[in-house]
């Protein structure tokens, strides 16, 4: 007889505000590190941490050059790596670079990054899905609440929060282009979405999220203790957040495209099960196993 | 034998960035008035003013109640006044206001705006159109950057640029909630924009713009010579934006609802004819004669 043990369970017919079971940092020596202690704690108080100027302005000039370079190299490719706007052929984002390309894959180990994870998931770690974003000004679709986790969880079957991303922004993010906006602290509240999750949701899913979304008194009520913060900055700035808090961006009619590279660092002692909510796993490409 | 006079052609094949002709600021004496003369000044530079505290907050109060009356009265009501959302039956703004209400006819009069609008424009004064708007949270929809003389002059038949808007906000502002964005000195570029009026276009344009919309060189263009402002402020806070300015908004997926007193004030020597690109004008509601 199995037992369920899932303290997240989600995409049932009851929306439910559930209190996080797992700590937010892992390890137990917090003076030695990329972060100090008093980041440490700012992170896991507000589930967020925001470096206005985590790579120099040559690095950041590399990295936009090489952005550059995988968009014109995507122009035509059909793998499912590269997903599209919703009405156009124009690439949205380009999933999985740490596997496919060399650079990226070397940026992505850099030693601060490595670091970092490590100091928050207090293990080795490794990259669950990476993809670099690009957000056309006029027409950019805004992306509705959602906590990563949910869908990580539901979908690709990671068992516990133990896994932060981080967003390296390659243009800036100001209050006109859509930035990505956190209610701080709700990384605290497991947020049980409704509605069973249809096979092969994922294909949609990366266009227009429909399942793994908040309902509205569950957000009102992040909303209401949490707030809302929306970190702005330059071009080579990093964002990093745990996968449980609560994020969203409005839509984007400025000219300004945005554009970020995403990664998610999950540590090596959380590795995927089965999906805890869907039929069969994501695949590769979206959750490395 | 006619002469093509009109400086302000529009809805034609080609886009096209056009000097403004008339002045911003029509009055001569510049020091007698609700605005002192740097204030006159700032408007005639950035085609807009912002007022943080404009009404006390008791006025305030009652101006919210107010407006959740009408909302009240409005269940039901099936005047073309009434403007629903795209997805639902709310309603999303009213039209007429000062017309069809006696308490927002009076607001409208109210001394200072009326001594703030025969400054700006320089002569007596009467309403063009008026609306309440109430932008719902979590699904408010974006609003395309558009010159609402543009409009006027194509679809209602207004001569000249010689009239103003005012937005009174019955809600917090912020950053996170889709408020107006102005291109700061915009004001005094006309941008042609291309595509033939349909005709009834109003019944669907209130809903989502279709025409009119400015081309993306263009704004791209206005962007880099004017940047983008937002500004924000509590309930009560008061904006005045010249008849041309580019403006638009985000979407707003955040908790926080919308809700804004919109008016425009017309000179009477600015009395509207034939429209200028549509082949009938349109209804009283959305411009009185």
Redesign the interface.
């Known amino acids: 007889m199995s037992i369920q043990t899932d303290p997240y369970t989600s995409r049932g017919t009851e929306p439910q505000i559930i209190e996080r079971q797992d700590p937010v940092v892992y390890t137990d020596s917090r003076e030695s590190g990329f972060l100090s202690a008093n980041q440490l704690q700012f992170y896991e108080d507000n589930g967020y941490l925001f470096f206005p100027d985590f790579f120099s302005p040559q690095e950041t000039l590399e990295l936009q050059e090489q952005q550059q370079r995988l968009w014109r190299e995507g122009i035509g490719q059909e793998g499912p790596e590269y997903v599209r706007e919703p009405e156009s052929d124009m690439i949205r984002s380009i999933f999985a670079v740490h596997h496919n390309d060399p650079f990226f894959s070397a940026l992505l180990q850099d030693p601060r990054l490595v670091s970092l994870a490590r100091q928050i998931l207090g293990s080795e770690v490794y990259i669950h899905q990476s993809r670099i974003n690009f957000k056309a000004?006029?027409r950019g679709k805004?992306f509705?609440?959602h906590s990563d986790f949910e869908t990580w969880h539901a979908e690709d079957g990671m068992p516990r929060m133990r896994a932060f991303s981080i967003s390296i922004a390659l243009t800036e993010n100001n209050?006109?282009n859509?930035p990505l906006?956190v209610m701080p602290g709700s990384h605290r509240y497991f947020i049980s979405c409704i509605g069973a999750t249809p096979k092969n949701h994922y294909q949609k899913s990366l266009r227009a999220q429909q399942y793994g979304i908040a309902d509205?008194n569950s957000?009102?009520y992040l909303?209401r203790q949490c707030g809302?913060e929306?970190p702005t900055g330059t071009a080579g700035s990093l964002l990093a957040f745990d996968c449980n808090i609560m994020h969203?961006?409005?839509?984007?009619?400025?000219?300004?495209p945005r554009s970020n590279v995403f990664a998610v660092y999950n540590s090596i002692d959380n590795r995927l099960g089965p999906p805890f909510a869907a039929s069969e796993p994501r695949p590769w490409y979206l959750a490395s196993r």
């Open positions: 000004g006029f805004d509705y609440w209050p006109f859509g906006m509205d957000l009102t909303a809302i929306m969203g961006s409005n839509s984007n009619i400025s000219p300004y």
